[in-house]
């Protein structure tokens, strides 16, 4: 037990560190590169359209003041939830994300379960069967959709799903002037084909785990007792392999979440879904920095706590951390 | 009638290098609660023999000839039936617990598994069999350790396990693979005394390289070399006057008969020695061991050599 | 040499076959592409006979761009990769060789990097860096390594275990002496199925950063290609010939690579597979 | 004269994070080895026997107590003195083929010792010359030189780890449990070469195993070892 406390301890100090120099990072990374800072913390539009408004805000801002007192401000009020101001859309950053970030995760977790349940049942599929036909099959497939560019493959996706054959809408969340039940059918029906292109990249990356985690786990010997028990293959493949195979997976479905959210970033944009995609997107052509600060703390912020609560799961799983002994 | 009836067995498997003649064309008979030892050298074959009669080797493997148990070829069943047969009527403990337990399972349900599975029991009532099965291995504590996982139990308690799960589907035969491997002498003692008990009544191959083991848990003893047997005897006979010279020089490299080697290595089993399989590095080699191969001989009621000095 | 072709599974041919495509198009791009890329003509020509793949919105002949871009994507690739693959390759051994306090930091470091979304990350990186081809590379390396540091680190904290390194160390050699000689030639197979699919991984990159804007606009490379069809209006405009070729180019070229790499790894899981009999 | 002598020495291994446990691997072994002479070391798994013989070539840093190799305190001395003090005591593994490295060739793996320079400055013909020696003191054929380790058997491994040894040329001997992975054919092969490369090179040894009987053919004296303890000498 007390190992398991100190087990979850590690853990909370590695998130604590992670997110401190991830929060850090931003702080510094505009004030290293070369060039006037000032363009980096209060972005293009306003640095060079404006001169006598940055000089007000370098006051405000406190940017004329000594480093470390800068970055206690920083600190103070991040606390606060302030993320800076964006000019670009005439907003706090905190404003923008929010409203935005709640379209990408519309997105994004249905993605993240459907890639997650679909890659498991293939890989598990083609990892058993390995080097048959089935396995080669669905294991070329799935190499294929892994070489291909995210936004590409939905760039495909409209051209042979909304250009030609009309079936899906071109783009956006919802046609508009909708409500209620309507709205949210027309939101889910904008909403196939870009979730079903994350799926299928969420898909391949839990395929490629949960294969070679199968082939390998097929080839240990408590897989051999199982069939020298007599259980069906069926359940040699449930109850033995995949139970093995299965607890690992927690804590990359978290890592992929993590990638999901870079993938989801570039189909938004071609989709123009406006979540945190498009939002970046817009925000790298205005070089709105305050805003791309703030949507990578936000991003960070996130999958940080994904990968949290899968390692508590993944602790709450396991025997060998359970019993206190970590294999 | 025998219980089990090898006739002619013959597996191979192919490799990179060519065709793997692990096990060349045995017989070998098992009367009803007899146990057997098969004794051999790392790669002579002897854990293909053993998991051939229960067919668990991979799907490459080519395997001939018939095993007759109980009237009927195993080697005629369908995977389904074969299946059926596996854990209750014939069980196997396979080498190595610490690789052959699963590590997410708790020990006790991974005995209790196979009482649900050929003695029908619910779970709760094959859960308590799998406590008594873990008690009569003499494991203390037998209800704490069901609860546990395989990596908080010592290689001496994992083996015990295995053998609780290998008998607790009530089998008429049990194949046990290198019980008493990587087990310290103390262990090793009170295993084979366990295996002894734990076994009377049943029929059991014990598969293994341990002399001295398959002496004290076995009634007979068969040998095997380069994918054949060589003799096979009554176990007081095989270690105390073998007459096989292979036999015999293996009964002497033990330490406590004396610590002398057999000259030369085991030979390939792709392209073993023409004649005698042995006639490279036996002592008492002769021309007709080079050019013929020896068959098997009966000598007297059971016992079997092949070697040409025996006759 | 049977050795040799033994490992040449389909996977590893196929891919092989891909690659050696894409080398010959880069090496050869000055005689295989019929125009220079960067000369303007007319914009939106469908593809032709003059115009293999058609015209861009300046009229630069995609085919040639194609060409050219090969050697830019394959670039980017190959040295972010490197890049990525020796940092990993580095931190790996130092954390699995000498372990105790440096394992610690250096693992501590590589996780912390692992759960940082990488893409967003990059973005800010490139976006305050001026756009250039080796700030992607850069960009690309330093974010990409993780994965490799930990196989690395696996690997050698096995092998450091292994009697063979510790008879090594009984001979009285020095530390250098042990990584070089005996755990890095045990390692290299590992490396470099690692060092191919991160070439793939850095191709995919540059092209998402080169889409997001954050591309070297005075390098042609198959992702700003893409970029620009989309950004002026090749995609909305339906200009197919425009986005689809350099698409099929990237995702051959990391397919080329995504199976080598793929083959590779199948190979080592063969070798560590436990043997049925 | 005693070439090996150990007072008092012990190794504690601390486990956990927050609450420090202490296992007890070698607590407090007291002996001495005589020059020539083999020192049987008799236990069961997981008395500590293995360490006890890490221990003593210092692959392992003891917690406390000394250990004498020929009159210097090995615990004492620096990285780079006991470097160079490293060829004159060598040690035999339990798994033949993983104490050769896998990538290298059997002959790069004898001739290493002599490209490290431990034998002084050798021309390849002198090597070659050498290598062709010890094969043939080993019982190994000059064909098994091109091969790797996992083309040989576990005797012939063993076989080539003796021969390496041999090229160290070292005064004393650390084999732990040399045959435990062997057949008995194999093993009874393995122990009479060591029996003889002993007498003829003059070496001291000390032979660690759970086997009695093995041990007793192999030792002048026995010692037995219990929860890190050596408790009887005889």
């Known amino acids: 037990m007390t190992d398991r406390t100190g087990y979850l301890a590690c853990q909370s100090l590695r998130y604590a560190i992670s997110l401190f120099i991830i929060v850090t990072l931003v702080f510094l990374i505009p004030r290293m590169m070369p060039g006037d800072p000032f363009i980096s913390l209060l972005g293009e539009e306003v640095y060079y359209r404006s001169p006598e408004l940055v000089e007000g805000l370098k006051a405000q801002y406190g940017l004329d003041r000594p480093i470390a007192e800068q970055y206690l401000s920083y600190l103070n009020n991040l606390a606060k939830g302030n993320l800076g101001y964006s000019f670009h859309y005439s907003q706090p950053v905190w404003e923008v994300i929010a409203y935005k970030m709640k379209w990408t995760f519309v997105l994004l977790i249905p993605s993240v379960i459907l890639g997650a349940i679909f890659g498991i049942v293939m890989g598990a599929a083609a990892g058993w069967w390995r080097g048959s036909g089935r396995d080669t099959g669905i294991t070329s497939l799935f190499l294929f959709i892994y070489s291909l560019p995210h936004y590409w493959l939905a760039m495909l996706s409209v051209l042979i799903f909304a250009f030609c054959l009309e079936l899906f809408p071109l783009s956006g969340i919802t046609g508009g002037g909708l409500a209620g039940l309507a709205k949210l059918r027309d939101v889910l029906w904008h909403m196939a084909l870009p979730v079903s292109v994350l799926t299928l990249f969420g898909a391949a990356y839990n395929f490629f785990i949960m294969r070679s985690s199968v082939v390998q786990i097929s080839g240990e010997g408590f897989v051999l007792t199982a069939r020298a028990k007599g259980l069906r293959e069926r359940d040699v493949l449930f109850k033995h392999v995949l139970r093995n195979a299965m607890l690992p997976l927690v804590t990359v479905i978290a890592l992929d979440f993590g990638f999901m959210v870079s993938g989801a970033l570039l189909v938004e944009i071609v989709f123009s879904w406006g979540g945190m995609g498009t939002l970046i997107y817009d925000a790298v052509f205005a070089r709105d920095y305050p805003l791309l600060h703030g949507s990578f703390l936000v991003i960070a912020a996130c999958v940080l706590a994904a990968n949290f609560l899968a390692d508590l799961l993944y602790a709450v799983l396991d025997p060998r951390i359970r019993g206190g002994v970590q294999a | 009638m025998a219980l089990l009836d090898i006739i002619n067995l013959k597996t191979y498997f192919p490799s990179a290098d060519g065709l793997v003649k692990a096990v060349d064309a045995v017989d070998l008979r098992i009367e009803n609660g007899e146990r057997l030892g098969l004794i051999g050298e790392t790669g002579c074959g002897k854990t293909v023999l053993g998991m051939s009669i229960i067919r668990l080797l991979s799907s490459s493997t080519r395997i001939q000839g018939q095993i007759i148990y109980k009237g009927r070829d195993l080697l005629g069943l369908t995977e389904d039936e074969m299946r059926l047969l596996r854990g209750g009527e014939i069980a196997m403990i396979l080498q190595n617990p610490t690789t052959s337990l699963n590590p997410v399972l708790k020990v006790g349900d991974q005995i209790a598994e196979v009482i649900r599975l050929h003695g029908g029991l619910d779970k709760k009532a094959a859960k308590a069999k799998a406590v008594e099965m873990l008690a009569a291995t003499m494991i203390p504590n037998p209800l704490m350790r069901a609860d546990q996982y395989p990596h908080e139990l010592s290689g001496g308690m994992k083996e015990r396990v295995m053998i609780a799960m290998g008998l607790a589907g009530q089998p008429s035969f049990v194949i046990a693979d290198e019980p008493t491997r990587g087990l310290d002498a103390r262990t090793k003692a009170e295993i084979v005394k366990l295996i002894r008990d734990m076994t009377a009544g049943r029929s059991m191959l014990m598969i293994t390289h341990d002399l001295k083991a398959a002496g004290e848990a076995c009634d007979r003893i068969a040998v095997m070399y380069a994918g054949e047997l060589l003799e096979i005897a009554s176990a007081e006979l095989i270690l105390s006057d073998p007459c096989h010279p292979y036999t015999q020089g293996f009964v002497h490299s033990l330490p406590s008969r004396g610590l002398q080697p057999i000259p030369g290595s085991s030979p390939s089993l792709i392209d073993p020695p023409s004649g005698c399989r042995f006639h490279p590095r036996c002592p008492r080699s002769m021309d007709i061991c080079q050019r013929e191969h020896p068959p098997m001989i009966r000598l007297h009621k059971g016992d079997f050599v092949r070697c040409f000095l025996c006759t | ?277 | 004269m005693h070439l090996i002598e150990v007072l008092d020495l012990k190794k504690y291994y601390s486990t956990g994070f927050i609450n420090r446990q202490y296992t007890k691997a070698i607590d407090g072994a007291s002996f001495c080895i005589e020059r020539g002479e083999t020192l049987g070391l008799l236990g069961e798994s997981g008395c500590g026997k293995t360490t006890l013989g890490r221990l003593l070539l210092r692959l392992i840093e003891p917690t406390s107590g000394k250990i004498s190799f020929d009159g210097t305190d090995i615990t004492r001395l620096s990285r780079k003195g006991m470097r160079s003090l490293r060829p004159r005591m060598q040690m035999i593994f339990q798994d033949p083929e993983s104490s050769l490295d896998p990538r290298m060739r059997i002959r790069e793996s004898i001739a290493e010792p002599f490209k490290l320079g431990l034998r002084g400055k050798m021309s390849r013909s002198e090597m070659d010359e050498n290598i062709m020696g010890l094969i043939e003191t080993v019982g190994l054929n000059p064909e098994h030189l091109n091969r790797y380790p996992y083309q040989l058997s576990g005797g012939q491994n063993q076989r080539v780890a003796l021969a390496r040894i041999l090229a160290i040329n070292p005064e004393f001997i650390v084999a732990d449990e040399p045959t435990a992975s062997l057949d008995v054919s194999v093993q009874a092969q393995i122990l009479h070469l060591m029996m003889d490369l002993k007498r003829e090179f003059g070496l001291t040894m000390l032979f660690i195993s759970h086997d009695m009987e093995v041990v007793r053919h192999m030792s002048d004296r026995i010692a037995f070892m219990e929860k890190g303890r050596v408790v009887l000498e005889g």
């Open chain 3, 1 to 277: 040499m049977n050795e040799f072709a033994r490992n040449l599974s389909w996977p590893v041919l196929f891919g092989l076959l891909l690659l050696s495509l894409f080398m010959i198009l880069a090496a050869l791009a000055p005689l295989i592409a019929p125009y220079d890329p960067w000369e303007p003509g007319r914009p939106f020509l469908p593809p032709s006979g003059t115009h293999p793949f058609g015209t861009n919105d300046i009229g630069q002949d995609i085919f040639s761009e194609l060409v050219f871009g090969a050697r830019i994507s394959l670039f980017v690739g190959f040295f972010a990769s490197f890049v990525s693959v020796a940092i990993g390759t580095l931190i790996g051994l130092f954390s699995g060789y000498l372990r105790g306090a440096a394992d610690e930091v250096l693992m501590g470091a590589t996780d912390i990097v692992l759960i940082i979304p990488a893409l967003p990350l990059m973005i800010i990186l490139a976006a305050h860096t001026s756009p250039s081809i080796w700030n992607i590379v850069i960009v690309i390396g330093a974010l990409w390594w993780t994965s490799t540091a930990r196989v690395v680190r696996s690997r050698v904290l096995q092998l450091r275990e292994m009697p063979f390194v510790e008879a090594a160390r009984g001979l009285g050699a020095g530390d250098c002496y042990i990584v070089f000689k005996h755990i890095l030639p045990n390692t290299l197979q590992v490396i470099m199925a690692k060092f191919i699919l991160a070439v793939a991984g850095a191709m995919l990159t540059e092209a998402s950063l080169s889409f997001l804007g954050l591309g070297d606009s005075m390098q042609k490379s198959w992702g700003m290609m893409l970029s620009y069809a989309f950004s002026r209006g090749g995609f909305i405009n339906g200009y197919w010939w425009w986005y689809l070729p350099p698409g099929i180019c990237i995702s051959l070229a990391v397919l080329g690579f995504v199976l080598i790499g793929f083959g590779l790894e199948e190979l080592n899981q063969d070798e560590t597979a436990v043997n049925p009999l």
